[in-house]
């Protein structure tokens, strides 16, 4: 255990931050998942109505640095393709 204040503060702000990490990788994990099964139902409107919020969510992560740009993008750039894969 830190003996520094600062250490012990810095542990707090990683614990905080932590869970704000986690809370937000969950999310983008569930919109991933609702575009996946609109693409398994073949329903191409709910499909791209997903996909737009998952990637609005994908987007911000990378933009906070929570996910990285290349990630993000790639996560992106897979879903466009699965979408765009339903008839």
């Given at each position: 255990m830190a003996n520094?204040?600062?250490?012990?503060?810095?542990?707090?702000?990683?614990?905080r931050?932590?869970?704000r990490n986690k809370?937000?990788?969950s999310s983008i994990k569930t919109s991933v998942k609702k575009v996946?099964?609109?693409?398994?139902?073949?329903?191409?409107?709910?499909?791209?109505e997903a996909l737009k919020e998952a990637s609005i969510k994908i987007s911000k992560?990378?933009?906070?640095?929570?996910?990285?740009?290349e990630t993000a993008?790639?996560?992106i750039s897979r879903?466009?393709?699965?979408?765009?894969?339903v008839d």
């Open positions: 520094i204040k600062s250490a012990k503060k810095r542990i707090l702000i990683d614990q931050n932590e869970a809370d937000v990788k996946n099964s609109a693409v398994e139902a073949n329903d191409k409107a709910a499909a791209e992560a990378a933009s906070k640095g929570i996910l990285k740009k993008s790639r996560k879903l466009s393709a699965s979408v765009n894969s």
